[in-house]
């Protein structure tokens, strides 16, 4: 089977859009695999807290730090996603942290704009070395709450953050004059579609207010040389275990284990 590989021009474009696109980055078994895993993983749904927006809408979300034999974990190891990633961070990679976010039809809140940097400074990462891959478990529409990116947004470096609700958000003013310069783009997505985007820029998600799911899979990268000066995480400069690609659909994985270094919800914590 073809599996889809990162070029230069990819490079390129992420280099200067602060996002990548890849379209059908998992084929359609891998995805139905991966997203019946997901629906049925009691762990997941015991381990999910939940995050208000403004409205008081709230997504569920399970987040995990070190990668292990389970079907997220295969993906999050596999060459297309690693050496696409060492590709646009320019060296070796270590996972940060993986999460399963349940954004579900009605009740799923929005994300305030924000840069994921903007979270990950305060772990003390000193370089923005760093980036998400988002793939869509589910269509990904306007109507159910996709993300949005400003295109370029992570050349203007990192912006101020501060709270709002139970999130943490960018400076509105200047998003707000982000907006008048760049392109907001909505990314919408198919189940098995891939989105690589700079800690950088700047991306936001509406609410679900359709009767539609919005299920994703992200796992945050490293450059392996950016440890964090403070914090106990060894996950982020911990080397992958890189794994085939087709080992995904060949191994007979499952759920993630019970006992996955999990974060369990603390309000005063900035991680996401
Ligand atoms: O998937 C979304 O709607 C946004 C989530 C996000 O940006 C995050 O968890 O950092
Ligand atoms: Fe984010």
């Excluded at 980036?131 to 203007?156: D, F, R, Y």
Aim: proline share 3%; net charge negative.
């Amino acid at each position: 089977m073809d599996y889809k590989k990162l070029n230069l021009l990819d490079k390129i474009k992420f280099d200067r859009d602060g996002y990548l696109l890849v379209k059908a980055m998992l084929n359609k078994d891998e995805v139905s695999k991966l997203h019946e895993i997901a629906i049925n993983d009691k762990v997941i749904s015991d381990k999910s807290y939940d995050r208000g927006d403004a409205n008081g809408l709230r997504t569920k979300l399970a987040l995990w730090y070190s990668l292990g034999d389970d079907a997220y974990s295969l993906l999050a190891r596999s060459e297309r996603i690693v050496n696409g990633v060492n590709l646009l961070l320019e060296g070796e990679s270590a996972h940060f942290h993986s999460k399963l976010m349940q954004k579900e039809p009605k009740v799923g809140g929005a994300w305030e704009w924000h840069q994921d940097y903007g979270y990950w400074y305060r772990d003390g990462f000193l370089f923005p070395q760093m980036l998400s891959v988002l793939t869509a478990l589910t269509p990904s529409t306007k109507e159910n709450g996709c993300l949005q990116v400003i295109k370029g947004s992570h050349l203007m470096g990192r912006i101020d953050h501060g709270f709002s609700g139970e999130q943490v958000g960018a400076s509105q003013e200047r998003v707000d004059e982000a907006i008048k310069r760049s392109e907001l783009l909505y990314v919408e997505m198919e189940a098995g579609d891939t989105l690589f985007f700079h800690s950088n820029t700047l991306h936001r998600s509406d609410a679900n207010n359709s009767d539609a799911p919005r299920w994703s899979l992200i796992s945050a990268y490293n450059l392996i040389t950016n440890k964090p000066y403070k914090g106990d995480n060894t996950s982020s400069t911990t080397p992958i275990e890189v794994v085939k690609d087709d080992v995904l659909l060949q191994s007979s994985s499952e759920g993630i284990k019970e006992d996955a270094n999990f974060l369990l919800k603390k309000p005063d914590k900035i991680i996401i």
